[in-house]
């Protein structure tokens, strides 16, 4: 810890070179953090019920105050972290690079979410592949063209139509939260026939005989990734070493809680957000095999080399290191 600490004061008597970094000043002890929805933010929720940065604060000596929010897609996301009105972000990898590279490094990846595929669901029998989807046929995902939802949709679509076909269904995306996307998909009367889900949402439409999924991430990106992460400025975190500490030790504490403890885990998920899903059914998809919770980021180079080559962005990282702080550089990420 203390040589934690040591980087941070370094870091922060050379905060003139972050003069130009997103995010307005907040004075230490002060952290506003976002969640969106599904299952995969179990870590924000725990932490958030057990007071887990409060008590790691009192620890360091340092009474913090948190406040939660909650958003839909990555684009809004990214924009309350450079607005200054959150100071720890969590979105997917897609929107996350999105932003790494607008700011020229200026943000970076504290943890991952754990690792949880990613599925394409359907509602129309006739679908099987992507190339099944007609032009008026809307496939739902939180953020079009930038979440990680729609990168995979990319990334599936230049394996299906060939090199430089990634955006062969731009004109079929539509933005909507999850729990909207759903709705639409369940309801079969609108034009939405496809959403590019997470859980628990794709494991409920799946019970809907008329849902069958079309594939999964895991399948597009050849095994397990971790979608989600959280990430703030280096800003943030050379200003704030104490606030910073407290919320990494929480948040390593939560996910270690999560995967040791799923039964406990699912109740605090419908507690924390009103679900009225039944705990068996939550504890189920935490046990799913596929299901790993873990602050280590898995397959997400292969997005940052996708969108680097595709020209989505500038900034060419080198490795998957370039793009997480060095909390995590001792772990066997990719």
Do not use: C
Not at 293 to 318: D, M, S
């Amino acid at each position: 810890m203390k040589s934690l600490f040591k980087r941070l004061a370094v870091a922060a008597a050379t905060a003139g070179l972050f003069a130009a970094a997103p995010g307005a000043a907040r004075a230490e002890g002060k952290i506003a953090i976002v969640e969106q929805f599904g299952t995969l933010y179990l870590p924000l929720h725990v932490i958030r019920d057990q007071k887990l940065i409060e008590k790691h604060g009192k620890e360091l000596g340092l009474d913090i105050e948190v406040e939660w929010r909650q958003l839909s897609g990555g684009s809004a996301v990214n924009d309350a972290l450079l607005s200054g009105s959150i100071d720890i972000a969590s979105a997917g990898i897609g929107p996350f690079l999105t932003l790494w590279d607008r700011t020229k490094g200026q943000v970076k990846i504290i943890g991952a979410l754990g690792a949880q595929p990613n599925y394409l669901l359907t509602n129309r029998a006739d679908i099987k592949s992507l190339r099944d989807f007609k032009p008026g046929d809307k496939i739902a995902s939180p953020a079009a063209g930038v979440s990680v939802q729609s990168r995979v949709l990319q990334i599936a679509a230049e394996k299906e139509f060939g090199v430089g076909h990634h955006a062969q269904l731009a004109d079929n995306e539509i933005s909507l939260p999850h729990p909207d996307a759903t709705a639409a998909l369940l309801s079969g009367s609108t034009e939405v026939v496809g959403h590019i889900s997470n859980s628990p949402f794709q494991d409920q439409a799946l019970l809907d005989p008329k849902i069958h999924k079309v594939w999964s991430s895991y399948d597009i990106l050849g095994g397990p990734v971790t979608p989600t992460h959280v990430y703030t400025t280096l800003k943030f975190r050379a200003e704030n070493p104490k606030t910073y500490q407290a919320f990494l030790a929480a948040f390593r504490e939560a996910t270690d809680w999560v995967a040791a403890n799923r039964e406990a885990a699912a109740d605090t998920y419908i507690r924390v957000t009103k679900s009225k899903l039944e705990p068996a059914f939550v504890l189920k998809l935490l046990n799913d095999p596929e299901v790993r919770y873990t602050t280590v980021p898995q397959n997400t180079f292969k997005f940052a080399e996708f969108l680097y080559r595709t020209g989505q962005v500038k900034l060419k990282a080198e490795s998957w290191k370039d793009y997480t702080f060095e909390d995590l550089h001792d772990s066997a990420g990719s």
